[in-house]
């Protein structure tokens, strides 16, 4: 299985100096604690969605150039090899199938969804759009101030450079995909 906090550490470390910040400026513009940063890029922490989120935000980068793979010209992708990024101590489980990468403009994500789970996603990067099919089960998903509810092979897509939310208020776990384009 595939070190996910070493990747993100490594991710954000080199992002970071790219764009010359010190750990305090990243603080200042993402709302994450300077401790809390400096663990992550130790590869000790393990961040929430929410947390890398802000951070992608206060950088100005897709979500997905944080959790990027090593770049090759073809792979299977098994999801038994993929850590989760763990939202919502557990309920909500992540997986980076094809993160944005090489100027790829796009990120395939899985996600698992326990039944009663929600979270909360902070505004990303101006211009991405997420693009969801649910697989099993069922999802709410708030985007402003409109609700929609997704069954089973329905899918939603919707510009998420605002807040948005997903909740199973199903009695089955839910499955789906998205996708996240960024322009």
């Known amino acids: ?10 991710n954000i470390r080199s992002l970071r100096k790219q764009k010359k910040l010190s750990l305090e400026e990243l603080a200042r513009l ?9 663990q992550i890029e130790r ?24 959790t990027e793979h090593n770049k090759k010209t073809a792979e299977i992708i098994r999801l038994d090899d993929l850590e989760p990024i763990l939202e919502n101590h ?7 199938v094809f993160p944005d990468e090489n100027g790829r403009h796009f990120g395939t994500y899985y996600l ?5 789970s929600s ?6 990067t101006p ?12 999802l709410e998903v708030t985007v402003g101030d409109r609700r929609y509810s997704l069954s089973r092979r329905d899918s939603l897509y919707f510009q998420a ?3 948005h939310s997903y909740r199973n208020p199903g009695r089955i776990p839910t499955v789906f995909y998205n996708i996240m384009y960024n322009n």
């Not at 993402?30 to 400096?38: E, F």
């Not at 590869?43 to 944080?66: C, Q, R, Y």
């Not at 698992?112 to 009663?116: I, L, S």
């Open 1 to 10: 299985m595939e070190d996910l906090n070493g990747i993100v550490a490594e």
């Open 30 to 38: 993402s709302s994450v604690s300077k401790s809390m940063l400096a």
């Open 43 to 66: 590869g000790e922490g393990n961040p929430t969605l929410s947390t890398l989120w802000k951070i992608a935000n206060g950088m100005g980068v897709p979500f997905n150039t944080l």
């Open 90 to 96: 557990g309920t909500v489980r992540n997986y980076a």
């Open 112 to 116: 698992e969804v326990d039944p009663g």
């Open 119 to 124: 979270w909360q996603s902070d505004a990303h």
């Open 127 to 138: 211009g991405t759009i997420e693009f969801i099919t649910v697989f099993d089960g069922e």
């Open 161 to 163: 450079d605002i807040p």
